[in-house]
């Protein structure tokens, strides 16, 4: 994650840790059911590897990943 912008994004159903943000969008995006959640992991999280707490789903180009955890 060194040099990404990173940002928590509200959705319809899910608030969002959005890496990657640039001016025509994001490159990924790890869903959270709760904003509190999603606003946690992104103050935690060093950048490598996934970030923590009960992220749902990660999406972007070519990625769509449930959370290991669940499974």
Request: hydrophobic share 40%.
């Amino acid at each position: 994650m060194a040099g990404e912008v990173c940002a928590i994004k509200k959705f319809n159903f899910t608030t969002a840790v959005v890496v990657g943000l640039h001016a025509q969008g994001y490159e990924r995006r790890y869903c959270y059911e709760h904003a509190a959640d999603a606003r946690a992991a992104l103050a935690a999280w060093d950048g490598r590897g996934h970030p923590g707490g009960p992220w749902i789903k990660c999406k972007g180009a070519g990625i769509d990943l449930l959370n290991p955890a669940f499974t």
